[in-house]
């Protein structure tokens, strides 16, 4: 079935550091795909998405571009800040309409 | 404009206890959708529905039962409840299904004991 596999948390850095969270994904079809963010203690929030192969999503200096060829859709930020400390999931859409998540990656940004 | 709205938002059970999670929406969204998320495994989709009166199995079905008797409620009922399902519960809904996004509630926090 359809599945999406994120890098492992936690993931450290220092504010103004670069961000790379990867995102694989197994699916049958051509799925959506999105980037979802949660702060402690809150639901979970759309970051951005991409509906086709080459379309870069993109939202509060975060982005993501769909690769077909390697059925990626990789999260990067080039200068992050502690405000952007939270919990980062990755999805696809199956064929039915449905969000598959991956497993999530922690992000701690220090001062 | 409140969104999905969850409650109770932390509740403790005893085995074998019966309770049901609320959730309201009043967006108009045709989609609703409860998830579970247990630490480091993501979330995982009981039930969902696509509409009024239409309801159907997720992930992780097994001891939950949903009911969608208006647009706007879909309330998410635990008989029998287990240590195994101690978890945050999520409810979210959308217009059209996941090309739209989904809009998440702030989630249940519920502990079995």
């Known amino acids: 079935g359809d599945s999406v596999t994120q890098m492992e948390g936690p993931v450290t850095l220092s504010e103004e550091a670069c961000l790379t969270i990867?995102?694989?994904?197994?699916?049958?079809?051509?799925?959506?795909l999105f980037w979802y963010v949660q702060y402690p203690g809150e639901g979970l929030q759309l970051l951005l998405k991409?509906?086709?192969?080459?379309d870069k999503g993109s939202n509060k200096g975060f982005e993501a571009t769909y690769r077909k060829e390697t059925t990626s859709f990789h999260l990067e930020k080039g200068s992050v800040q502690v405000s952007d400390s939270a919990v980062y999931f990755c999805a696809l859409s199956d064929p039915i309409g449905k969000l598959i998540f991956g497993q999530g990656t922690e992000l701690s940004v220090k001062p | 404009n409140a969104g999905v709205t969850q409650t109770p938002k932390f509740r403790i059970l005893k085995i074998g206890q019966s309770m049901t999670l609320q959730c309201t929406q009043d967006m108009n969204h045709n989609y609703m959708y409860w998830y579970r998320q247990d630490p480091g495994m993501g979330l995982k989709l009981i039930y969902y529905s696509v509409g009024a009166g239409i309801t159907d199995k997720g992930e992780v079905p097994n001891g939950y039962n949903v009911s969608r008797s208006t647009t706007e409620d879909f309330p998410l009922r635990l008989e029998l409840a287990a240590p195994s399902q101690t978890s945050v519960y999520f409810c979210?809904?959308?217009?059209?299904?996941?090309?739209?996004?989904?809009?998440f509630g702030s989630g249940t926090r519920l502990t079995v004991v």
């Open positions: 990867n995102c694989t994904y197994t699916a049958t079809g051509y799925p959506s």
């Open positions: 991409a509906t086709k192969a080459d």
């Open positions: 979210a809904s959308s217009y059209h299904g996941t090309d739209d996004g989904y809009t």
